[in-house]
C-alpha cells in the first residue's frame, strides 16, 4: 500500500478498520511485561536508564510500531512468502557456517558492515511459516500416519543441525521443539509421537557422550549437582537459587536486591533477570509476571482457534508454541529445574535480537486474527 493510497478514503477506512481489529488487550499485556523489564533494568543498573533500560524501552516501541505494522498485512502474503522466509534462513545459516563471526567459541553471527545477526532467528519464524503452508491443504492421513512426514521432518532436521554446529545447543532445541510441535497440532498419530519419544530416550546416552561438546555435558553436570562446582560451572545455578529465595513472599524491595545489585549474580539483565525480580519483588512479584505471560498466551492460543484457515491456526499456534517454550524454559533454569542454555525470558529481558523475533512472531499472530476470515488457497495465482 502506497502513501498516497492511504489518503484514498476507502484504503483509509479499511487501514482503521484492520487496526480495530488487533487484540489491544494482548498488546496492553505485552507492554506491561516489557515495562516491567524496563524498571528491572534502571534498577539493576544502579538506578540509572543506561546502559540498558532506556535502550530496552526504545526497543519495545519500535518493535510495537513494526508489530502494528505486520499486523495489517494480509494473512495471504505470509502465506506466499513462507517457503521463501525459510529458505532465506537455511542460506544464512550455511553462511555462518563459512563466512560468519565467531564470539565467544561459537560460530553464530553474520556481519554487514558494523551490524551483526544471528541467522537462526530468521529461522524461528522460517521454520512456523514453512511447516503451517506445508500442512494447510494437507489430507489428514498424511499428517496422521505416511511417508509423507518424512518431508516435515527433513524442514526441521536441516536448520536444526546447522544451528546445533555453530554451536547453538539452546536455539537448536528451540526450534526443534517448535517445529515438532506443529507436527503434533497438525494431527500426528500418536503411534508416532511415542515412537519418537522412545528414539529421543534412546539416543540420548550416546547423543550425551559422543556428540555434545564438553561444556555442554559440564552444564548438565552441574544442572544435577551444582554443589559439585559452587565457584565454577554451578555458580550460575546457585546464585539464581539464592536470589529466588532469599525474596520470600513480597521481595526486599525494589533496587534492594543485593544479589543484582552486588553483582553476585551473573548475567542479571539477560538470562537471570527473573531471579532479579524475585528477590526484589519476591513470590508476588513472579506471579503476576507469570500471569501476564499466561494472557499473552492465551490470547494467542485463541487467536489461533478464531482463524478459518488451516495456515492460520498453524502460524499463531507455532509462534505461542515458541513464546511459551521461551517462558518455560528460562523460568526452569533460573529455578535450577533445567541446564543453563542461554535462553532469556522474553520481553523482560535485555536484549534486541530476541525481542525482534518475538515481536514478528506477534504481528504474524495479529494477522491471523485481523484476517481471520480471509480463505488461503494453496494453488499459484490470485488468492480467494
Same mark, same amino acid.
Request: proline residues 4%; positive net charge; contains cysteine.
Given at each position: 500500500?502506497?502513501?498516497?493510497?492511504?489518503?484514498?478514503?476507502?484504503?483509509?477506512?479499511? +487501514?482503521?478498520?484492520?487496526?480495530?481489529?488487533?487484540?489491544?488487550?494482548?498488546?496492553?499485556? /505485552?507492554?506491561?511485561?516489557?515495562?516491567?523489564?524496563?524498571?528491572?533494568?534502571?534498577?539493576?543498573?544502579?538506578?540509572?536508564?543506561?546502559?540498558?533500560? %532506556?535502550?530496552?524501552?526504545?526497543?519495545?516501541?519500535?518493535?510495537?510500531?513494526?508489530?502494528?505494522?505486520?499486523?495489517?498485512?494480509?494473512?495471504?502474503?505470509?502465506?506466499?512468502?513462507?517457503?521463501?522466509? &525459510?529458505?532465506?534462513?537455511?542460506? +544464512?545459516?550455511?553462511?555462518?557456517?563459512?563466512?560468519? *563471526?565467531?564470539?565467544?567459541?561459537?560460530?553464530?553471527?553474520?556481519?554487514?558492515?558494523?551490524?551483526?545477526?544471528?541467522?537462526?532467528?530468521? /529461522?524461528?519464524?522460517?521454520?512456523?511459516?514453512?511447516?503451517?503452508?506445508?500442512?494447510?491443504?494437507?489430507?489428514?492421513?498424511? #499428517?496422521?500416519?505416511?511417508?509423507?512426514?518424512?518431508?516435515?521432518?527433513? /524442514?526441521?532436521?536441516?536448520?536444526?543441525?546447522?544451528?546445533?554446529?555453530?554451536?547453538?545447543?539452546?536455539?537448536?532445541?528451540?526450534?526443534?521443539?517448535?517445529?515438532?510441535?506443529?507436527?503434533?497440532?497438525?494431527?500426528?498419530?500418536?503411534?508416532?509421537?511415542?515412537?519418537?519419544? #522412545?528414539?529421543?530416550?534412546?539416543?540420548?546416552?550416546?547423543?550425551?557422550?559422543?556428540?555434545?561438546?564438553?561444556?555442554?555435558?559440564?552444564?548438565?553436570?552441574?544442572?544435577?549437582?551444582?554443589?559439585?562446582?559452587?565457584? %565454577?560451572?554451578?555458580?550460575?545455578?546457585? *546464585?539464581?537459587?539464592?536470589?529466588?529465595?532469599?525474596? %520470600?513472599?513480597?521481595?526486599?524491595?525494589?533496587?534492594?536486591?543485593?544479589?543484582?545489585?552486588?553483582?553476585?549474580?551473573?548475567?542479571? *539483565?539477560?538470562?537471570?533477570?527473573?531471579?532479579?525480580?524475585?528477590?526484589?519483588?519476591?513470590?508476588?512479584?513472579?506471579?503476576?509476571?507469570?500471569?501476564?505471560?499466561?494472557?499473552?498466551?492465551?490470547?494467542?492460543?485463541?487467536?489461533?482457534?478464531?482463524?478459518?484457515?488451516?495456515?492460520?491456526?498453524?502460524?499463531?499456534?507455532?509462534?505461542?508454541?515458541?513464546?511459551?517454550?521461551?517462558?518455560?524454559?528460562?523460568?526452569?533454569?533460573?529455578?535450577? +529445574?533445567?541446564?543453563?542454555?542461554?535462553?532469556?525470558?522474553?520481553?523482560?529481558?535485555?536484549?534486541?535480537?530476541?525481542?525482534?523475533?518475538? /515481536?514478528?512472531?506477534? %504481528?504474524?499472530? *495479529?494477522?491471523?486474527?485481523?484476517?481471520? &476470515?480471509?480463505?488461503?488457497?494453496?494453488?499459484?495465482?490470485?488468492?480467494?
Amino acid at each position: 500500500m502506497t502513501v498516497s493510497a492511504l489518503t484514498r478514503p476507502g484504503e483509509r477506512d479499511r +487501514l482503521i478498520v484492520k487496526l480495530s481489529e488487533i487484540d489491544w488487550v494482548f498488546v496492553l499485556a /505485552m507492554s506491561l511485561i516489557a515495562g516491567a523489564g524496563g524498571l528491572m533494568l534502571f534498577s539493576i543498573a544502579g538506578s540509572s536508564w543506561r546502559p540498558w533500560a %532506556g535502550a530496552h524501552l526504545v526497543r519495545y516501541g519500535l518493535c510495537l510500531m513494526m508489530m502494528l505494522i505486520l499486523a495489517v498485512v494480509d494473512v495471504r502474503v505470509w502465506f506466499a512468502l513462507a517457503y521463501p522466509i &525459510y529458505g532465506l534462513g537455511v542460506i +544464512l545459516l550455511i553462511l555462518v557456517d563459512t563466512v560468519g *563471526q565467531t564470539r565467544l567459541g561459537a560460530q553464530r553471527w553474520l556481519g554487514v558492515g558494523s551490524f551483526s545477526f544471528q541467522p537462526s532467528e530468521v /529461522m524461528k519464524i522460517g521454520i512456523v511459516l514453512a511447516l503451517a503452508r506445508l500442512y494447510h491443504g494437507a489430507p489428514a492421513d498424511r #499428517a496422521r500416519l505416511s511417508w509423507w512426514l518424512l518431508i516435515p521432518a527433513g /524442514m526441521i532436521a536441516v536448520p536444526v543441525l546447522l544451528v546445533a554446529k555453530e554451536p547453538d545447543l539452546g536455539t537448536a532445541m528451540l526450534i526443534a521443539l517448535t517445529g515438532t510441535a506443529i507436527v503434533v497440532l497438525a494431527g500426528l498419530s500418536w503411534k508416532i509421537i511415542a515412537a519418537g519419544i #522412545a528414539a529421543v530416550v534412546a539416543i540420548a546416552p550416546p547423543f550425551f557422550f559422543f556428540v555434545m561438546h564438553d561444556y555442554q555435558r559440564d552444564r548438565i553436570l552441574t544442572f544435577l549437582n551444582p554443589e559439585s562446582d559452587p565457584s %565454577g560451572s554451578g555458580y550460575h545455578i546457585l *546464585q539464581s537459587m539464592i536470589a529466588l529465595g532469599s525474596g %520470600g513472599l513480597l521481595g526486599k524491595g525494589y533496587g534492594l536486591g543485593s544479589q543484582s545489585q552486588l553483582n553476585f549474580l551473573p548475567e542479571k *539483565q539477560t538470562d537471570f533477570i527473573f531471579a532479579t525480580l524475585a528477590e526484589e519483588f519476591g513470590f508476588v512479584g513472579c506471579v503476576s509476571i507469570l500471569i501476564l505471560y499466561a494472557a499473552v498466551i492465551f490470547m494467542s492460543l485463541r487467536t489461533s482457534y478464531l482463524s478459518h484457515s488451516h495456515f492460520g491456526r498453524l502460524a499463531a499456534a507455532g509462534v505461542t508454541a515458541t513464546f511459551s517454550l521461551y517462558v518455560m524454559i528460562n523460568g526452569a533454569m533460573v529455578m535450577g +529445574l533445567a541446564p543453563v542454555v542461554g535462553i532469556p525470558m522474553p520481553m523482560l529481558s535485555y536484549g534486541g535480537t530476541v525481542m525482534l523475533t518475538v /515481536m514478528v512472531g506477534f %504481528g504474524l499472530v *495479529q494477522s491471523v486474527r485481523v484476517h481471520r &476470515y480471509a480463505e488461503v488457497t494453496s494453488g499459484k495465482g490470485t488468492f480467494v
